[in-house]
């Protein structure tokens, strides 16, 4: 029976309580940190050679599906009735509503040092000590919208614009392309203009704080902010049914992204998992 | 609990991060060890970009090093003959008030650091000016380095023109 992921601004009180507690408890003992150490490992530019699974690259979207797969069943551990909720970001924009509540995940950062002070994840609670960081930062920081340098949250057209591409996506499958749903979606844009960071890379630079850097899973709305990249992406394939994950086949030796990218039937590191296989997960959870 | 996809068990825990958490421990030693060896280099001759690949990245305004207080903050940077990207055309090695941040490139020459990761910059001393941005008041890198090491993680380096 497949389970149901939520809007977040439609959690009933209870739901929030559970959603945090179940946070809280996996970061007690250590297993959150290593979430967010596998997603800095997991970082490859496309610049730089190496095999990209999680960004840059096709497997974009089904490494992340399984990224938060791994972290429901960390959560439903702890307490079974936990699923992820998903903040709709073209709906829920304002800086004090869901999700940044006291009872979900606390507010803006203050403005001296961007630490967040209020809900569970603020640092006085003791509860959510950074251990994983690309600073020596210690406590959760967020700069909603950039003060200092403003910048809005993508707009429903962008979104739009991703889902009405029937491309999964194209050669050379990395940052530079400018067709294909998953970079309009990743949101890699080139010139130095502020749209030229798009949906899913916008909304982190939005957030700001960790969310801005390599240790953006810091950061709890990270799987919130994911869940609704990985809604998108069943509503792009309800909407082009006959079109699946690309590449099908691997780039060949004569290929600059041979070896670099994850085919289809390909394993996507560092599960033993191909985006074939998780290209459907109707079966194990919906999106109400 | 174990969720299933498409019939194949997908276990739950990110078991193998867990096993691998000291070996990548001693791999991030290794890398702060060449960071370190890095700084030296910063003072011995750093090499000319000859090499680069050509794109938006070659405005550099320095071309092959910088050193400038920037918002406060202390920010060396130089392209290096060493590490694993010599042969293709050189490495930045980059300090943050003497603290390395390292930088990645993308397949269109521009530049992204740690701190500042989804979006990047024209030139090396750009994306450090912004990572500069993105840290708080007081807040400082890591001593020992951004602990990234996707080099090690398989697959041939090199730049993609
Ligand atoms: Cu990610
Ligand atoms: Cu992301």
Do not use: C
């Not at chain 1, 909603?144 to 050669?171: H, N």
């Not at chain 1, 609704?228 to 060949?252: C, I, K, M, N």
């Not at chain 2, 940077?77 to 008030?97: I, Q």
């Amino acid at each position: 029976m497949a389970y149901i992921r939520k809007d977040v601004s439609t959690l009933t009180g209870a739901e929030r309580r559970r959603f945090v507690n179940a946070l809280l408890a996996i970061k007690k003992r250590g297993e959150y940190d290593e979430f967010v150490r596998m997603h800095i490992d997991h970082y490859v530019s496309d610049g730089d050679g190496g095999l990209r699974s999680a960004h840059m690259a096709p497997s974009f979207l089904p490494w992340h599906r399984r990224f938060l797969l791994d972290l429901e069943a960390a959560l439903r551990r702890v307490d079974p009735a936990v699923t992820v909720p998903y903040w709709d970001w073209t709906r829920d924009r304002a800086t004090t509503a869901a999700p940044w509540t006291k009872d979900l995940l606390g507010g803006n950062g203050r403005r001296s040092d961007h630490q967040v002070t209020t809900g569970p994840f603020a640092y006085a609670t003791g509860n959510w000590t950074i251990k994983e960081n690309v600073t020596d930062g210690e406590f959760l920081t967020r700069d909603l919208g950039r003060a200092g340098d403003p910048i809005d949250l993508p707009a429903r057209s962008d979104v739009e614009t991703a889902l009405r591409d029937p491309v999964y996506d194209v050669s050379p499958w990395d940052s530079t392309v400018d067709r294909g749903f998953r970079n309009r979606l990743e949101g890699w844009g080139s010139g130095s203009g502020s749209a030229a960071w798009r949906n899913h890379n916008r909304v982190h630079r939005w957030v700001g704080g960790v969310m801005l850097g390599g240790a953006s899973v810091n950061d709890p709305v990270f799987w919130l902010h994911h869940a609704f990249v990985d809604l998108l992406w069943t509503r792009w394939q309800s909407r082009h049914r006959e079109h699946r994950y690309l590449p099908a086949e691997p780039p060949g030796p004569g290929s600059r992204q041979y070896r670099r990218v994850v085919a289809r039937h390909e394993k996507l590191p560092p599960w033993n998992v191909t985006p074939d296989q998780l290209e459907d997960a109707s079966r194990i959870y919906r999106y109400a | 609990m174990a969720v299933s996809v498409e019939g194949v068990p997908v276990s739950a825990v990110p078991a193998a991060t867990a096993r691998s958490a000291p070996a990548r421990r001693t791999r991030r030693r290794d890398l702060l060890r060449g960071l370190l060896g890095a700084s030296a280099a910063l003072a011995i001759a750093p090499v000319v970009a000859a090499s680069r690949p050509p794109g938006p990245a070659d405005a550099g305004p320095a071309g092959s090093s910088f050193d400038e207080t920037y918002r406060g903050r202390h920010i060396r940077g130089a392209l290096t003959s060493s590490g694993p990207a010599a042969a293709t055309g050189g490495e930045w090695k980059v300090t943050v008030d003497g603290r390395p941040l390292h930088l990645m490139r993308r397949a269109d020459g521009t530049w992204l650091s740690m701190v500042d990761h989804y979006r990047s910059y024209a030139t090396p001393l750009e994306a450090v000016r912004a990572a500069v941005d993105g840290l708080g008041p007081g807040e400082r890198l890591r001593e020992d380095g951004p602990a990234h090491h996707h080099t090690h993680m398989g697959g041939h380096h090199g730049l993609h023109p």
